[in-house]
Antibody, heavy 123, light 113 residues
Framework: EVQLVESGGGLVQPGHSLGVSCAAA????????LSWFRQAPGKGLEWVGF??????????EYAASVKGRFTISRDDSTSIAYLQMNSLKTEDTAIYYC??????????????WGQGTPVTVSS | DIVLTQSPDSLAVSLGERAILNCKSS????????????LAWYQQKPGRPPKLLIY???TRESGVPDRFSGSGSGTDFTLTISSLQAEDVAVYYC?????????FGGGTKVEIK
């Protein structure tokens, strides 16, 4: 059974940093791209960014709203993906989900999602 | 960026009746070389993560009931729930993966009439 479990969310002050992680199980982690999404309270889904598998260079892409502030990485040896968030803003407050990608090499749809971890940016 | 516009914003349907949800893209998501539409549909129930229902615009994900079907091509897409069940109450999102940034529609909330 595919499992994705996010952790590390919490309350952080504006301008500060926070790292969240996504532990995966039940599939060959290194074969899949992984993505992060977020959902602000009462709002819709927003793509944050993804990291491709090492077979496709392990390259990353980000939404404009987080580019230069957020960094996605992966450790295939431990099946964990990371989202490092710097220079946080109040508008980054959301539930952050990680998900497993399928579909292609350059872009993807997402067939398994974690339960999410809440991040609140407030003074 | 590709903008996806979903309609209606909300929809109330009687149990057993058909629900039709629409998703219109600001540009075509049909990749001509593969003849595939890079569009997916997700279901999200309150307090839960999204669940993949449909990909390539019309391919049902494994385990998804066959009352869910996707159709359309290019810029206009439809998710149909042929016979609404109580457990289908949720918000439904379309997502394009034709290009980055990946984008979602604003969602359609489905309720029981």
């Amino acid at each position: 059974e595919v499992q994705l479990v996010e952790s590390g969310g919490g309350l952080v002050q504006p301008g500060h940093s926070l790292g969240v992680s996504c532990a995966a199980a039940g599939f060959t982690f290194g074969h899949h791209a992984l993505s992060w999404f977020r959902q602000a309270p009462g709002k819709g889904l927003e793509w944050v960014g993804f990291i491709r598998s090492k077979a496709y260079g392990g390259t990353t892409e980000y939404a404009a709203s987080v580019k230069g502030r957020f960094t996605i990485s992966r450790d295939d040896s431990t099946s964990i993906a990371y989202l490092q968030m710097n220079s946080l803003k109040t508008e980054d407050t959301a539930i952050y989900y990680c998900s497993r990608a399928r579909g292609g090499t350059t872009t993807f749809f997402f067939d398994h999602w974690g339960q999410g971890t809440p991040v609140t940016v407030s003074s | 960026d590709i903008v996806l516009t979903q309609s209606p914003d909300s929809l109330a349907v009687s149990l057993g009746e058909r629900a039709i949800l629409n998703c219109k893209s600001s540009q075509s998501v049909l990749y001509s070389s593969s003849n595939k539409n890079y569009l997916a549909w997700y279901q999200q129930k309150p307090g839960r993560p999204p669940k993949l229902l449909i990909y390539w615009a019309s391919t049902r994900e494994s385990g998804v009931p066959d009352r869910f079907s996707g159709s359309g091509s290019g810029t206009d897409f439809t998710l149909t729930i042929s016979s609404l069940q109580a457990e289908d109450v949720a918000v439904y999102y379309c997502q394009q993966y034709y290009t980055t940034p990946l984008t979602f529609g604003g969602g359609t909330k489905v309720e029981i009439k």
